[in-house]
């Protein structure tokens, strides 16, 4: 077969069907077996809310976190293999130390973004390496630059975004996302708006108890990112939950059949 077709199916290779990268291919599957992750930016701050499941329910939420912090004023979630997750988590840590180190300044949005773009790069086109099976958003907040938002893809492409989430309910989360222009909204309208996007695409079929981790940045943090910050935790918990309760009402009130409907039966 390999040589009727005459193609290579190692992993940095090219699908002869629709052109993709086997590797590519390989990390969405990946990114679907983990939680969600959404980023939402206004005009003086940026929130991020990590849904971080677990397997077993034997095992605490909070013993594998996928939300870190670096450097004390950028937030970095991160979903995919979990060996994977931490890698690049402390990678970007001790790359951020390395910089006040040196340069006696803290770590810029566009130096850690380039950094770990170049890590992820590297492993993706090389060909004695696997790729990094993750998907990252990185959020902060700089005095010359405002609130930022940026996503690390895959294959190493960093794209600067107003709002954006990866993991397996991604697609979802856009669409919920796209009905809103988030440059008005204040820090409790983002906290809440990001606890109900999470809660709502939650699957509670699946049997998974899953952990609300937040971060928190911006003109009111000082840029500091906070992380589980209180009362915005609970806001955003409380929001969810909330918005869950009325989601799965109207649901049960489209199940049942009307009056009419019983009354022509």
Known sequence: MHSRFRFSLNADSYAPTDGRVYSLKSIHRCLQNSGTAVGIRSESSVVLAVENLTGNRYISPDTYPRLFVID???GMA????????YALAE???????LVRRTSERGITMKELCDHLSKIVKLCFQHNAARPYAVSILLSGWEL????QLYKVEPSGAVVSHA???????EE?????????????????ELVKMSGEI????????????FLLETGIVGVQTQGHLDYNPMPWSEIAKKAGEEFKAKASAIAKENE??????THNT
Not at 256 to 261: A, G, K, N, Y
Request: charge should be negative.
């Open 198 to 209: 999470i809660y709502g695409i939650h699957d509670d079929g699946k049997g998974q108890t």
């Open 163 to 169: 709002s954006c989430a990866i993991g397996v309910g």
């Open 78 to 85: 991160v979903h995919g293999l979990r060996g994977d997750v």
């Open 144 to 147: 010359q630059h405002g609130p």
């Open 172 to 188: 979802k989360a856009l669409a919920l996302m796209e009905k809103y222009k988030f440059d008005a909204f204040d820090m409790e």
């Open 72 to 74: 004390g004023h950028f």
């Open 256 to 261: 049942q059949p009307s009056d009419t409907d």
């Open 91 to 97: 990678n970007a840590r001790f790359e951020a130390s």
